[in-house]
């Protein structure tokens, strides 16, 4: 489910079909795409997690080194406390201990450059998964963003009680510094924005004034029984005022 805003701002989704969907959204930062994986390897099965991974490499591959991507969800993975050879992208504030699939986690996010957010922030609760018994809990659950993004967020920490049936717990990041911006498709028009500095100029303003006289005066003009057409002639004017006002300030139109 997207908000208005973030269905805007999408430039375009993909999913292999196998628990990992990745969408691409713009945002204000010129040149720059937000790609957000959510992933959900299906089995514990070694072989499968092995080419479940190898599936989530090849759609991070697709995305620019440039782009701000985010890799997220519940990837059965324990990367533990130790981050001993992987201080580049994961802190000391993990759980317990790594597990094989934690390995495979580790090296894919240090093979991309992702930090690991829920190891680098301290919060008491870091549990993501409560087994059915209430005995046992484990962070396998996680939140990533690309390095070269790091400072852009603020928070990850886990939200108890949301009413979502599941054994797991929300893992979100409270605070990411990022804009969306709308994705224009054909058909579509921004609103033109005017530069109305040169209004300080008194010469200018009389020259704006004189233009706008002129293109009113001719519906002033218009004889009685033309009254049906007035709308499109004012349509007209608008458009003529327009490029009045780009011709007076310089203004290129496009």
């Not at 659950?141 to 390095?147: E, F, Y």
């Not at 994705?183 to 609103?191: K, M, N, R, Y």
């Not at 020259?207 to 005066?217: E, G, H, P, R």
């Not at 049906?228 to 780009?246: F, M, Q, V």
Request: one cysteine or more; hydrophobic letters at 30%; glycine letters at 8%.
């Amino acid at each position: 489910m997207l908000s208005k805003e973030a269905r805007k701002a999408l430039k375009g989704w993909e999913s292999d079909g196998s628990g990992i969907i990745k969408a691409s959204f713009k945002i204000k930062k010129k040149g720059i795409t937000l790609n957000t994986i959510q992933c959900y390897p299906p089995t514990n099965d070694n072989n499968e997690d092995d080419q479940s991974y190898e599936r989530l490499q090849s759609i991070i591959a697709k995305c620019s080194i440039k782009d701000l991507t985010i890799l997220m969800g519940d990837l059965n993975a324990k990367v533990g406390m130790d981050n001993t050879g992987y201080e580049d992208i994961m802190g000391r504030h993990g759980l317990r201990e790594r597990n094989e699939n934690g390995d495979r986690f580790a090296n894919l996010c240090a093979s991309n450059k992702e930090v690991i957010g829920g190891t680098t922030f301290p919060h008491k609760r870091k549990a993501t998964w409560l087994s059915p018994d209430h005995t046992t809990e484990n962070q396998v659950d996680h939140l990533c963003i690309n390095k070269n993004f790091r400072r852009s967020m603020g928070n990850v920490r886990t939200r108890r009680g949301a009413d979502i049936t599941l054994d797991h717990h929300l893992i979100v990041a409270t605070t990411i510094k990022l804009k969306l911006k709308k994705q224009w498709t054909a058909g579509e028009t921004a609103l033109q924005g005017f530069d109305t500095a040169f209004l300080r100029n008194p010469d200018k303003i009389n020259d704006v004034k004189i233009a706008l006289s002129n293109s009113y005066q001719a519906l002033q003009d218009l004889p009685k029984e033309k009254e049906a057409t007035r709308g499109k002639s004012c349509k007209r004017r608008k458009y003529e005022t327009t490029i009045s006002y780009n011709e007076e300030t310089g203004r290129e139109i496009w």
